[in-house]
């Protein structure tokens, strides 16, 4: 295979372990996904359980991280610049950091998710992982993108792949506008520290996609290069 040949050239590459800590973290990031739906069920036991599921994500994650810093090739012969990597790596990680605060914050005061934006809230919460999903796609293609020598046709692959993930991402944001409105229409009806605290949970969620898509164009920065 033309990437494998290629990789050869430069020993062992980093890339492969870089993309299995992007799929850590698209991982942890998707606990959220059914958190938010017990957190709406008022399902605390089970709150707990998929929030101590994201800790490990998030340990597991970090714990790849630092590996990946440890044994990253100092080597000139390195087909991507290194601290493009060290870049990449940490925007990664940023996510699944995210992720935990989120759960975090919601598990620590129990918050309650009122009915009415409920579904929206979950809604929300998926539009922004899928953003991760699509971030993920990038970042798989990337030993493609080495092994074709950075050829033209994987980077027009790539960049139609980073169009995606700025759609989805685009598309989070307006989620976002959406409930935020429909928070704003109740909020006279809730405790304001409650009202406060879930404008800061759509805050926190729109930041993960936000960071998602950050991880997704760093590899525009590396075709750049």
């Excluded at 759960?103 to 005061?109: K, N, P, S, T």
Aim: charged share 25%; with cysteine.
């Amino acid at each position: 295979m033309a990437s494998s040949t290629i990789l050869s050239l430069f020993g062992q590459s980093p890339i492969k372990p870089l993309q299995n800590h992007m799929y850590t973290v698209v991982d942890c990031a998707n606990q959220l996904n059914d958190f938010f739906v017990a957190v709406c069920a008022e399902d605390w036991q089970t709150v707990e359980a998929i929030y101590n599921k994201i800790s490990e994500l998030e340990s597991a994650a970090d714990d790849q991280k630092q590996d990946i810093r440890l044994h990253l090739p100092k080597s000139l012969f390195m087909p991507i610049n290194r601290s493009d990597l060290i870049h990449l790596l940490s925007k990664q990680d940023k996510i699944c950091n995210k992720a935990k605060d989120i759960a975090g914050l919601i598990l620590g005061r129990q918050q309650v998710m009122p009915k009415k934006i409920a579904a929206d809230m979950k809604a929300y919460v998926k539009s922004a992982v899928t953003v991760a999903y699509e971030a993920r796609i990038v970042i798989d293609e990337l030993d493609e993108l080495i092994g074709s020598g950075f050829g033209g046709r994987e980077i027009d692959r790539i960049n139609k792949c980073i169009t995606k993930l700025d759609k989805a991402e685009n598309k989070n944001d307006k989620r976002q506008i959406a409930l935020r409105s429909k928070l704003h229409s109740i909020e006279a009806d809730l405790p304001p520290v409650d009202a406060m605290f879930l404008y800061k949970t759509i805050e926190a969620i729109g930041n993960l996609a936000d960071r998602a898509q950050s991880a997704g164009e760093q590899i525009q920065i590396i075709i750049a290069r």
